[in-house]
């Protein structure tokens, strides 16, 4: 499960400054992955499933008539 595909501010704020002091604190390092955000590959990823998707749907639509 990816729950987040892009930066978004409150979470960064979250992450790189609340919980990384909070886990410095206890003696822990957090670390964390970039966003995807504008990626090539996850873009290319996206657009072949809605491409895909939108083969299925027109199988599917055809296939009715």
Known sequence: ???FV???VET???IDILYR???RDLGMELRSTPGLN???LF????ADLILEHEKEQA???SNQL
């Open 1 to 3: 499960m990816v729950p």
């Open 6 to 8: 892009s930066d978004h």
């Open 12 to 14: 960064l704020y979250e």
């Open 21 to 23: 002091r909070m886990a």
């Open 38 to 40: 504008d990626d090539p």
């Open 43 to 46: 873009i290319q990823g996206l």
């Open 59 to 61: 199988a599917s639509t």
